[in-house]
C-alpha cells in the first residue's frame, strides 16, 4: 500500500514524497482514512512507527478542505502535548507536511519568553500546537481563543496522565467547544486503564486503533540487561562507550541532578556529553541537541520529561542508567530506538536496589529481559538493597506542571537528590569482546 490510496491531497502526497517516505506505517494506514472520515480515534503504537504523522496529515487535510471564513484566523486545531520537546516534534511535521498548504501554525511552550509567542497569536493561526501549563497561561491572559475549535489531538495522553496533567486537561477542555461540535483524538505510544477512562469521557463512538499489543516495544530493539554495582556503574558506561566505539548514547538518569553530574564524570572520562532536564532553559536543551544530532555531543544524558518527544533518525543506543520508577516509563525510554524500521540497542545497567523496578518492567513486557553480567563487573553479592530515593516524590508521579515544563519557579528540594553515591574511575578492567550486535557476551542469568 502506497500513501497515493489514502485519500491524500496532492499537496500533501508531495510533502511526503519529498521526505523519502513511500509506504505508510501499520498506524498511518489505518488511522489516516478514519480520522479523513471525520470520525473520533484512540490510537495506539510503538513509540517510533510514525503515529505524529498518522494525525498530522489528515488534520492538514481537513483543515485545508474546510476553509474557514475570509477575516482574523481562527485557532481551529489544537494538539496538546506533554513536554517542550515533543510540541516542537509535533510542530516541525506540521510545518514539514503543510509546506505547500496556505495554513499557518504556531507552538507554544513554557521556559521561553510570552510576549513572541502572544505577538504570533495576534497575527493568526490555524493550527496550535502547545503544552497545557503555557496555553492555560495565554487563556488566563486572554491571548489565546480555542471557541471555535474543530479537532483535538492529545498526543502522548499517557504521559500526560503520568505528569499530572489530568486537572489542566479538564481547564483546557472547558475552553472548548462541546464534545459533538468537534473531532477528538487521542494518540499514545502505550495504553493504561486510565487512558481509557479519558477516552471514555472525551471521544464519541471512537474508532479503536490498535497495531500493537499494548505497552509493546519494538520488535527490533535488542534488550540486555547488565547486573552491576551502583558505584561501579559509571565506569562500566564509559568502558562500554569507548570499547565498543559508541558514537551516538543516549543516557537515561532518573534525576537532574544526577544527569548533571553524570554528564559531568563522562566529560572528565574523555567522553564529549551534555545534559537535558526541565531545570535547563530551552535554548541549553535545544543547543545540546543539535550537538547530539551533529555528532559533537557523543552522550546525552537525559530525564524521562525532558526525552520525551525525541526524534534522533538512526539513534543506535540506549542507555538505562538507572531504571525508572514508572514501568511504562522503559518503553519510551528504548522507544527512542529502533525507529522506523531502524535496527536498536537499548542497555540496562541494574544494581541490586533496581530488582523490583526490573520485575515491574518484565512483568509490564510479559517478557524476562535477557541478563549478562560482564567479566570485571560482577556484582558483589555482599551488598544489599537500599530504598531509591528519586525527584518524583518515591511515587512515580511526577512534579507538577510547571517545573516539568521548565518554569523556573516550583522546584522541589527533593527533584536534585540522586541516588547514587559519588564516583570515581575503576579499574578499568576490559569487559568481554563483543558481539556483532554491540553487546558484550557473558553468563546469562535468568
Known sequence: MSFDSLGLSA???????????RE????????????????DVMAGAQTGTGKTAGFTLPLLQRLNTNAAKKGRRPIRALVLTPTRELAAQVGESVEIYGRHLPLRSAVIFGGVKINPQIEKLRRGVDILVATPGRLLDHAGQKTVDLSQIEILVLDEADRMLDMGFIHDIRKVL?????????????????????????AGRLLNSPEL???????????????????????????????????????????????????????????????????????????????ALAGFKRGDVRVLVATDIAARGLDIDQLPHVVNYELPNVPEDYVHRIGRTGRA???????????????????DIERLLKREIPKVVLEGYEPDPAIRAEPIRNGRNGSGRAQPRKQAEGHSRSRSPSANRSADARRQPGS???????????FARGQVRR
Not at 554495582?229 to 562507550?241: A, Y
Not at 540497542?345 to 536496589?353: F, P
Open 11 to 21: 499537496e500533501l502526497l508531495r510533502a511526503v514524497g519529498e521526505q523519502g517516505y
Open 24 to 39: 505508510p506505517t501499520p498506524i498511518q494506514r489505518k488511522a489516516i482514512p478514519a480520522i479523513l472520515e471525520g470520525k
Open 174 to 198: 472547558a475552553l472548548l467547544p462541546d464534545n459533538g461540535a468537534r473531532q477528538n483524538l487521542l494518540f499514545s505510544a502505550t495504553f493504561s486503564d486510565e487512558i481509557k477512562q479519558l
Open 209 to 287: 486503533i490498535e497495531v500493537a499489543r499494548r505497552n509493546a516495544t519494538a520488535d527490533r530493539i535488542e534488550q540486555v540487561v547488565h547486573p552491576v554495582d551502583k558505584n561501579r556503574k559509571r565506569e562500566l558506561l564509559s568502558h562500554m562507550i569507548g570499547s565498543l566505539d559508541w558514537r551516538q548514547v543516549l543516557v537515561f538518569s532518573r534525576t537532574k541532578h544526577g544527569a548533571n553530574r553524570l554528564a559531568q564524570q563522562l566529560e572528565k572520562d574523555g567522553l564529549s556529553a551534555a545534559a537535558i532536564h526541565g531545570n535547563k532553559s530551552q535554548g541549553a536543551r535545544t543547543r
Open 341 to 359: 524500521g531502524n535496527e536498536g540497542a537499548a542497555v540496562s545497567l541494574v544494581c541490586v536496589d533496581e530488582h523490583k523496578l526490573l520485575r
Open 428 to 438: 578499568g578492567r576490559p569487559a568481554q569482546k563483543p558481539s556483532a550486535s554491540g
